[in-house]
């Protein structure tokens, strides 16, 4: 399949290569509406980001087409909209005139919702400043509530929730971690994190000197990799500006931010401040998270070989974070401080000599280096010293002063109060090297544009880890340095080619895209050394017409994708934190002063390389078609989506035996007083030893008994593929010009099922003791399937869920240009809400057994047609701790136990796990509910603009009733539905 | 002007007065009829109280049908029993009995059906539960982990046991809601005669367990060390006669339970049978509000036995989980029960069923308050010696005290 690509890509090129003509300037200029004055610093591209430049100060510009023919010039500036015009390129050309209305409420058409871009052949959604400014967007992971069918929350940077395109959180298949986010090109990286797999954190992201928004659920350009489930791209502001300054204010937060574009004759300089400060509880706003976000950005065009060179340099960066110092409801003096650092730099270099042999280069570099450092001031107390263990090698330690050894593998802790001080120094760091060329050619009725690109990027974290300023507090902890972990390096190498045939005069056209992508990974110490993957990713859209002014349906496109896309794995994967079992070898009594010098057995482990795991990836597939019609436009995207492979934690257990020495040891009429004792304990054997201090007895090795245990590592595996289609729709109805009032229908259907045959061992957590209630457990279980969670896979009689879910928004616009007043009405709703946890075994085969009470164990196999029962998982079989690879089948000796062995019976029942209510595998439909949103935002004058929001308005307290329990609930403050909320937020323009 | 002025507040005046004649009052009084019926031979004087939600109890003795009838504002109520037979030959009768839940609404008379049985007594008695913890030194909060209960021989009578256990039911607090009742207001073990004990039970060492006449047992819960030395308002559990819940093979949080005074034998150790989740790191008695009891193993089996029987399982709320896994103890098992409320929440429910114990002791927990049961003057003086009243009502039996009874020592 790869091949084909390749071949396929290559014969369009040199199809279109016999059409190619010679280099072509376009010039042209760019003026505002308002005054007739340059507009200067404008962004110009031409065609489908075919050519690109920038207006000088006078607002001309000068591009390089390699071709002519008919295109788009297409200007875009900040505090302008849009504006753009079809010309045909041909040499000597007239000057191309572009006129561009400053963008404020006295236009005619203003969006304050997601727009679908139509240019694309994919689905993608743009969300202008419009938009964000409407719905006081605070941080931009809150834009999903934009997006058709999209559910409002209330803006807080309190929560530091992660986007998951065309994903619902709790599923299989870490669809937040998938989700990629670009700010101006540079991609957001999570990579490094060592204590999660999540989506990247999007709070430290300033969101008032954000232009637009770009969301792309669909399949992307091959240009894109280390995702799964979209992208989404910021694009801050640019241009010469105004002093802008905006304050914004709701219960939770307080934002303040100032922005300017200066003329810097050379280019242009945009800088921001802003200032976030939000809290979570009113009574206490003391404990905060804070942003505090500056940035640069400068622009300037020169000449490289007398051919426009554009140069992109962008800093930005953040100082803040979660503080509880100043908290007065703190105890004393403690607190806990998050910092949210950031700095990020990029330069980008487009070159654009529009030649037949290159149309344009780019080469961007970006680097970002986060500190997350969190500080800890705990009090602590205890009445009976502790030990505190920092052991790293496996083998058998005593407690010990620290007075005496302060480097001791266990410390006896204090007793009495004090202070603990502990730090987690976490600075994940990522930079990026790309080197792209571009070709584009055009015939008469073809456009041909071939893309190609490489790029290296590394992540890496240079943090310390977790330490504590005193060791003599430390409680049980183990070192593990970031910084000693090596990067992860990766490189890509692409190709795209993107075919566009003109088929009639009315606009049509049918357009191709294919690309492959290619991603060699290199991780440096990991057992996993270096993998490639292939993401081959194919884009058709075929536009039927356009522009027909004379019919009824004006225009009609239909899109149609197929794509693969592989992300790469986190470091808390590559390199899982050692883990280690501390197991109570010796327990002497305490003594007067409540001091025990207890010694434990170390066993430490680290997660054990799966040879056959491969990475993740998702394989997605969507179509659907745009109309414009007189009345209304419609937009349709269904989509179908398979994570493959999907990462998953699971146990290994393994027999282990270790020396338990009882406190009975001592008694009776042990030859050494207690006030005269040292204990000692070898550290390979675990004897233990006891000494007299006054040296009148010899020394005393205690009896030992042995413990037979398991010990339980981890490892990663790919767990069974996850499913998930969907529907998106807009219906965007005209506006009624009587009225000044447009309507939106808006919403999505999404289904997602996910079942798990993965074959996992496990003990549950309820087998504890064979039935003398004294010996460890000895068997393990070996189940078919689990279900996705924190942690490694444990046996549940879940396996997996179905969700089906159809929300549908109206959003009413009424916009009255004369004086500048936009009101906006939403009303969401979710119409269909079914989940239901699923039993199934592979083939679709019977999984569990239908009990007729809690307390049994046998029954009826469960068909999944049952309703209101208890349902019981057996394992398939269970191996034991003296014969670990002796598989022994469960259902045939536990039957023969019920009825001859009581004691066999009792323990193996333990390995039975249930539902723990009647209810567990019904299915659950919500019924529907609704909630309502207003925003208001009004311009007075040309420099003052005041928008404000009521969440929820009218505070519903609807009931809806569940059908998997019969009980009704009522949806306020239970997380359906946003609380009420209101907002408000004030723009000054000088 | 001023006439108009005066005649308008005098009217508005009138047109409020009025109105307010009309309004309901909010406080309406409706009759509540409760019939006593059971084990129990006698019908006439016997007292009946109903207890609102806020702890207010009305009294009311029953008359020759066994009817006593209240009038008693809209709410919710417990209605219960716990009545002493006249002696007969020098031995006397308990009748206890309670329903829970008992709704009395606006305009709809109530009559319900209490029926009673008789409860037995025992020597061995719960004497004092202190597990409500006290401040620390620093101000920083409370310190709990110096829970201790006392056990006595109420006789002067040598008793010897095949085996004594502590249990404790859940829910582990009173107050939230309790999902083990059925639509008549009772616990929905009730009437099957059994105690569930939820997440393990502790037992004496030994085949048997013997007291001594009015020998005293203290037994800590958590750490069986001198707890004053860091926490001032604390007490010293380190003591050679005391005992100790300590298996820490089994519950391994040497912070929940370090290891105990070199001064207490091994052999005063309890053990445990762990039967609930794994993950929980001690036995979860409550520090509000604990219904604890004491039992001995069915006949034929030791605690292991009992506490490892597969075939014994109860589920606490229907859930079939590790966590809510309980034994079934027999109610003819269980030798005495506490049942503890918490001051801070109006509504609490009962766990004990009305055999073992038909009230509750309402506690304050936090500021070292202890609970202790009431001496019985009478026998007292008759046995020269202390003996505790025992009703199988801790209402009637317990008292909260301001400071633990071991710091009196």
Known sequence: MVNRTIIFAMLLVAVQTLHAVGPISVPGVVASSSDGAPVEFATIVLGNDEQWGMTDQQGHFVLQMSHGGRTTVKASCVGYEPAEAVVTVAPGMDTVRLVMRPSNLMLEQVVVTAQRKTEHATTSYL?????????????????????????????????DSRMALRAEGGEMGNAAFGTAVEVDGQRLQNNAEVGETNGVSTRAVSTTNVASIEVVPGIPSVEYGDLSNGIVKVNTKRGHTPWEISLSTNPHTKQVAVSKGFDLKQGVLNASLEHTRSYSSLASPHTAYQRN??????????????????????????????????????????????????????????????????????????????????????????????????????????????????????????????????????????TLLKLKAQWNQQGQAVKNRVMSGVEWSATGNGGRGTYYDDMRYAPTWREYRYDELPWMHNVAVY????????????????????????????????????????????????????????????????????????????????????????????????????????????????????????????????????ATTRVATVSVSAFVSRTMRPYLRTSIFTPYTYLFTSQSALEGDFPIPPAQRDYSIDATTGLVTVTDRSGVSSPVTLPAMEQNTFNVNSTYVNGSPVRRWGLD??????????????????????????????????????????????????????????????????????????????????????????????????????????????????????????????????????????????????????????????????????????????????????????????????????????????????????????SFLANNFWNSMARIKSSQTGLRTTIYNAGYIPPFYYGLSLRVKL | MKHIIHFFLITLLLVSTACSDNEPTGYEIQEVKV??????????????????????????????????????????????????????????????????????????????????????????????????????????????????????????????????????????????????????????YEHEGFVPAASAIWYFQGDEVTFEPWERRVIALNGAINHTLTYSASVDLSKAAYYCTYDIERYKSTNYYPSPSQDISTSHYLRVVRYGDEVETAWPVSTSSPALFIFTPPAGMTAVEFGTDAGNVWYDEGRALPAFTCRKVPAACVLDGVEVFSSAWEENYKRLPSAIDVGHVVFTPRLGHTLVRRVDEAATQEQGHTVYQDTNNSGNDFVERDHASLRDQ
């Open chain 1, 729 to 946: 729709w807009i219906v965007d109805f005209k506006q009624v010009a009587a009225l000044r009032t447009s309507f939106r229908l808006d919403g999505s259907y999404y289904h997602y099922r996910g079942v798990d045959h993965t074959s996992i061992v496990s003990v549950p957590s309820g087998a504890q003791y064979m039935s003398d209630g004294v010996t460890p457990y000895q068997y393990v279980g070996h189940y078919s399937g689990t279900v996705a969670g924190g942690g490694s896979a444990i046996a549940t009689v879940s396996n997996g869920s179905v969700t089906n879910c159809v929300n549908a928004n109206l959003t009413i616009v009424t916009h009255i240009p004369s004086i500048r007043l936009i009101i906006s009405l939403r009303i969401e709703s979710t119409l269909l809400d079914t989940r239901r946890r699923l039993s199934r075994g592979a083939g679709g085969a019977s999984r569990g057994y239908v009990l007729a009470d809690a307390a049994d164990y046998f029954g009826e196999p469960y068909t999944g047609q049952e309703r209101d029962c208890y349902v019981a998982l057996w394992p398939d079989y269970y191996t034991t701790w003296s014969q670990p690879d002796v598989p022994v089948p469960f259902a045939e000796r536990f039957l023969w136990a019920r009825d001859h062995d009581r004691a066999l019976f009792n323990e193996l029942s333990q390995l039975v796990v249930k539902t723990s209510h009647r209810y567990d595998l019904n299915p659950d439909r919500l019924s529907a509910y609704v909630s309502g949103n207003i925003n208001i935002t009004k311009e007075i004058g040309d420099h003052v603009s005041v």
């Open chain 1, 495 to 626: 190709g795209e080619d993107r075919l566009t045939l003109a088929t009639n005069e009315l606009g049509g056209s049918l357009q191709f895209m294919a690309g492959v992508r290619a991603d060699i990974t290199h991780i440096g110490q990991s057992a996993y050394g270096t993998v490639a993957s292939i993401s081959p990713r194919f884009n058709a859209k075929y536009v039927l017409w356009a522009d027909c002014d004379n019919c009824w349906l004006t225009g009609l496109n239909v899109h149609a994708g197929w794509g693969k896309s592989v992300k790469l794995p986190s470091f808390e994967v590559l390199y899982p934190a050692p883990s280690y079992a501390d197991r109570l070898a010796f327990v002497p009594a305490s003594t007067a002063d409540n001091r025990a010098f207890y010694a434990y057995n170390v066993t430490p482990f680290k997660a054990v390389r799966n040879p056959n795991l491969k990475w993740q990836y998702a394989r997605q597939l969507e179509m659907g078609f745009e």
């Open chain 1, 293 to 430: 976000t500056a940035t640069l950005n400068y622009r300037t065009q020169s000449a490289l070989a007398t051919y426009p060179l554009l140069v992109n340099v962008n800093l930005s960066g953040n100082v803040g974070g979660y503080n509880s110092k100043a908290d007065p409801d703190q105890f004393a003096d403690t607190y806990t401080r998050m910092r949210d650092r950031v700095l990020r730099g990029s330069l980008r270099l487009d070159w654009n000599p529009g030649q037949r042999w290159l149309s344009s280069l780019t080469l961007q570099t970006d680097f970002s280096l986060a500190d997350k450092r969190r500080t800890s001031l705990n009090n602590d107390n205890r009445s009976s010293a502790q030990a505190q263990i920092h052991a790293l090698e496996a083998g058998y330690y005593i407690s010990t002063d620290y007075d005496v050894d302060p480097q001791a593998p266990i410390i006896l802790g204090p007793t009495g109060y004090w202070m603990v001080k502990s730090y987690n120094d976490n600075r994940p760091s990522s």
């Open chain 1, 127 to 159: 969300i202008d400043s419009h938009a964000l400014d409407n719905q006081q967007i605070i941080n931009i992971g809150d834009v999903s509530t934009l997006l058709p069918g999209g559910k409002t929350t209330n803006s807080s940077l309190m929560n």
């Open chain 2, 35 to 188: 019939q006593v019926s059971g084990e129990i031979t006698v019908r006439e004087g016997i007292e009946v109280t109903l207890t609102d939600s806020r702890g207010s109890i009305y009294r009311q003795r029953t008359d020759a049908q066994g009817v006593a009838a209240f009038g008693v504002p809209v709410g919710l109520y417990r209605a219960a029993v716990s009545w002493v037979s006249t002696p007969t030959d020098g031995w006397r009768s308990i009748y206890n009995g309670s329903v829970s839940n008992v709704v009395v609404r606006s305009g709809e008379a109530v009559a319900i059906d209490l029926p009673l049985s008789q409860a037995s007594t025992s020597a061995i008695v719960i004497t004092e539960l202190y597990v409500g913890g006290c401040q620390k030194d620093d101000g920083s909060g409370w310190f709990h982990r110096d829970k201790y209960v006392i056990l006595a021989n109420n006789s002067g009578d040598r008793v010897t046991l095949p085996g004594l256990c502590l249990g404790i039911v859940s829910p582990f607090n009173s107050y939230g809601l309790n999902k083990n009742y059925d639509a008549t207001g009772h616990l929905n």
